[in-house]
């Protein structure tokens, strides 16, 4: 039987992942407290005990603002522990899929970036999965990674359960939006990764770098302004209204870890490779909000 090793089986993308690559195979869902992949040995060790035919890699550090301070915790991550897991799937001649980010990129060009654009990342979080990227590349083991965006999901810490909970707690809200791209559910990436790799295992699609996101666009104001005005819709009890959250530009609300400006990802080469539609990403706002609010 297919056995598909995940890493980072409890986030809000390995929880997804769990469901949808189950029609493939075996899968051997590992978390933090099975295996800690800032270890590169007991990482080895999992991989060899396993023998996958794919190695699927959600784990990530992913506080993007702590990084700034924490610079060694998410190089180890972000950038060696992929490039542990590339080795040991060249070895075993293995798949690897990992996630990556927007975040690559300085948000300065003036539309979606494509795969073969020049990256720039601004933040420690931003080079450290550039580094991973290139990493796993270096290794020369068959691989799928997923550069996306502004991830979200009914599970784990996100944007929209933020949205969701400061709207029963306050009556006006200031967001940021002068930065644009395309929420992203976690439900939608695990979906498409199954298809991926179902394709790889039959030689059906060529490896290396894809972006993947939602389609359509918005601001970090018009994400919170719509999260806010379909919970209502669906029953939620909120105090705060769609028309009192405030927009406010990047520099009113300053970060330790500059956020590209421009998210926007062309999302063309994942679509051909795979022959599939990608849903406006309004379509599993709405999903993932009646998934929190159902009675």
Same mark, same amino acid.
């Given at each position: 039987?297919?056995?598909?090793?995940?890493?980072?089986?409890?986030?809000?993308?390995?929880?997804?992942?769990? &469901? +949808?690559?189950? *029609?493939?195979?075996? @899968?051997? %869902?590992?978390?933090?407290?099975? #295996? $800690?992949? =800032? /270890?590169?040995? !007991?990482?080895?060790?999992?991989? &060899? +005990?396993?023998? *996958?035919?794919?190695? @699927?890699? %959600?784990?990530?550090?992913?506080? #993007? $603002?702590? =990084? /700034?301070?924490? !610079?060694?915790?998410?190089?180890?991550?972000?950038?060696?522990?992929?490039?542990?897991?590339?080795?040991?799937?060249?070895?075993?001649?293995?798949?690897?899929?990992?996630?990556?980010?927007?975040?690559?990129?300085?948000?300065?060009?003036?539309?979606?970036?494509?795969?073969?654009?020049?990256?720039?990342?601004?933040?420690?979080?931003?080079?450290?999965?550039?580094?991973?990227?290139?990493?796993?590349?270096?290794?020369?083991?068959?691989?799928?990674?997923?550069?996306?965006?502004?991830?979200?999901?009914?599970?784990?810490?996100?944007?929209?359960?933020?949205?969701?909970?400061?709207?029963?707690?306050?009556?006006?809200?200031?967001?940021?939006?002068?930065?644009?791209?395309?929420?992203?559910?976690?439900?939608?990436?695990?979906?498409?990764?199954?298809?991926?790799?179902?394709?790889?295992?039959?030689?059906?699609?060529?490896?290396?770098?894809?972006?993947?996101?939602?389609?359509?666009?918005?601001?970090?104001?018009?994400?919170?302004?719509?999260?806010?005005?379909?919970?209502?819709?669906?029953?939620?009890?909120?105090?705060?209204?769609?028309?009192?959250?405030?927009?406010?530009?990047?520099?009113?609300?300053?970060?330790?870890?500059?956020?590209?400006?421009?998210?926007?990802?062309?999302?063309?080469?994942?679509?051909?490779?795979?022959?599939?539609?990608?849903?406006?990403?309004?379509?599993?706002?709405?999903?993932?909000?009646?998934?929190?609010?159902?009675?």
């Amino acid at each position: 039987m297919t056995t598909i090793l995940l890493f980072g089986a409890d986030g809000q993308l390995g929880w997804e992942l769990q &469901r +949808a690559l189950a *029609p493939l195979g075996s @899968v051997q %869902a590992l978390s933090r407290s099975d #295996v $800690d992949i =800032a /270890e590169p040995e !007991a990482l080895r060790a999992a991989i &060899r +005990a396993a023998m *996958p035919r794919a190695i @699927v890699n %959600a784990a990530a550090y992913t506080a #993007v $603002d702590k =990084a /700034e301070a924490d !610079a060694a915790a998410a190089q180890t991550v972000n950038a060696l522990a992929p490039g542990v897991m590339a080795e040991e799937a060249k070895a075993q001649g293995a798949w690897l899929v990992h996630y990556s980010t927007d975040y690559v990129f300085d948000g300065t060009k003036l539309g979606p970036y494509a795969e073969t654009d020049q990256t720039r990342p601004l933040s420690v979080y931003g080079r450290s999965k550039r580094e991973g990227e290139l990493a796993i590349a270096a290794a020369g083991a068959s691989h799928l990674i997923f550069r996306t965006s502004w991830v979200f999901g009914p599970h784990g810490g996100n944007f929209l359960k933020t949205i969701l909970r400061l709207a029963r707690e306050r009556e006006e809200l200031a967001v940021i939006d002068d930065k644009i791209g395309a929420p992203t559910s976690s439900e939608l990436l695990a979906d498409v990764t199954a298809h991926a790799l179902a394709a790889a295992f039959g030689t059906r699609i060529d490896g290396g770098l894809y972006h993947l996101c939602a389609a359509g666009e918005t601001s970090w104001h018009g994400y919170a302004s719509f999260v806010v005005d379909v919970a209502r819709k669906l029953g939620a009890e909120l105090k705060l209204a769609p028309e009192r959250i405030n927009p406010i530009p990047t520099e009113q609300y300053p970060l330790p870890a500059p956020r590209p400006r421009n998210s926007r990802l062309d999302c063309g080469r994942i679509r051909r490779a795979l022959d599939l539609d990608l849903p406006d990403w309004r379509w599993h706002v709405r999903r993932s909000l009646a998934e929190l609010i159902r009675p």
